[in-house]
């Protein structure tokens, strides 16, 4: 497709994206899988010493009297890698997605951080609040410490827009409808879209310095990204539109 260029600093990807071409479903490259599988295990590492610390924490409960220091100290680093392990493990699924054809792999991979945040604390709060060891404003201190942490680690462990191969094989295949056949986008640093131009005016403003280029797997990799911008999309169907009409005179 015709692109009408940009002053900016544009800046490819590197590496590449296997492609979903003529319907084909979608299929990470060895590299994508590999970085995936590297993510997936700090991931699975993190969770584990979320969990260490949750056991370290219910112990403190058991000695009287508690130390109300420590054991929301032992909370806190519950929850920080609890958390690194959700994102580390969101990233590894765009890298490397799921079936929506198989709906209970699909939930438990993409919902993993939430299953996890719920193993990490509910345990400790259901102890906290029955614990006797714990009395009046220590136990409603505490307890809310162990509730507020367990609350950001769900939260942060739900991904409510997961991947799938279908979805990368459907965006891609709408980016090639629309763009001769290629599957190549461009994005900025904190936009919310792809686009298929990039002079675009919601990417090419005096407030972008930096323009990326890559396929639509790496936006959704590396932004997150999954919205095709309006505007190039309507675009683009004007120009094929007139392409056609061309062509048939």
Known sequence: ?????????????????????????????????GKAKTLRLFGILSFLVAIGFEIAAILQLGKAPVNTAALIALIVADLIFAVVGSLLWKKSNRLDPASEKEPFKFFVQNQLGLIMAVIAFLPLVILIFTN???????????GAVAVVAMLIAGITGVDFNPPSV???????ARV??????????????????????????YIN?????????????????????????????????????????????
Not at 6 to 14: A, C, F, I, M, P
Not at 208 to 237: H, M, P, S, Y
């Open 1 to 33: 497709m015709p692109d009408q260029g940009t002053k900016k600093k544009l800046t490819h990807v590197g590496g590449d994206a296997s492609q979903a071409e003529g319907g084909r479903p979608f299929v990470p490259t060895a590299e994508s899988k």
């Open 132 to 142: 006797k060891n714990l009395k009046g404003k220590q136990k409603g201190l505490i």
């Open 166 to 172: 279908e979805q990368y094989a459907e965006q891609t």
């Open 176 to 201: 090639e409808s629309l763009n001769n056949g290629l599957n190549h986008v461009y994005w900025t640093k904190y936009g919310s879209s792809y686009h298929l131009y990039s002079d675009c005016g």
């Open 205 to 249: 403003t005096a407030k972008t310095d930096e323009i990326f280029e890559g396929t639509v797997a790496q936006a959704r990799e590396l932004k997150n990204i999954t919205d095709l911008c309006d505007r190039c999309a309507g675009r683009a169907e004007k120009e094929k539109a007139l392409g056609d009409g061309a062509a048939a005179e």
